[in-house]
């Protein structure tokens, strides 16, 4: 499975952000689709994924602003960020967990203040 992340860049606080995250190759039908974001100087941490099924789930930092989706059509995993904050800067990362552990390339998220 390959994944190709876009999206990002650079917004003020308060804007909104959406990224997009394709999927290639086989998935399996419990297979769940994720994003993961790594701070300046911190550890990778989840921030929201999505089964196939359409179960959710968020780190509680982002709940009420960030909106995970798919497309299963497409294979296609979306973020959708609303008031961003600047603790939100990061390189958001695209998951799949399909059977064992795929990420993409990371996308640069930088919310000033």
């Known amino acids: 499975v390959q994944l190709q992340a876009s999206g990002g860049g650079l917004v003020q606080a308060g804007g909104s952000l959406r990224l997009s995250c394709a999927a290639s190759?086989?998935?399996?039908?419990?297979?769940?689709l994720g994003w993961y974001r790594q701070p300046p100087g911190q550890e990778r941490e989840l921030v929201a994924d999505i089964g196939s099924g359409g179960i959710t789930n968020y780190a509680d930092s982002v709940k009420g602003r960030f909106t995970i989706s798919r497309d299963n059509d497409k294979n296609t995993v979306y973020l959708q960020m609303h008031s961003l904050k600047p603790e939100d800067t990061a390189i958001y990362y695209c998951h799949a967990k399909n059977r064992g552990d795929y990420w993409g390339q990371g996308t640069q998220v930088t919310v000033s203040s």
């Open positions: 190759g086989r998935l399996f039908s419990d297979n769940v």
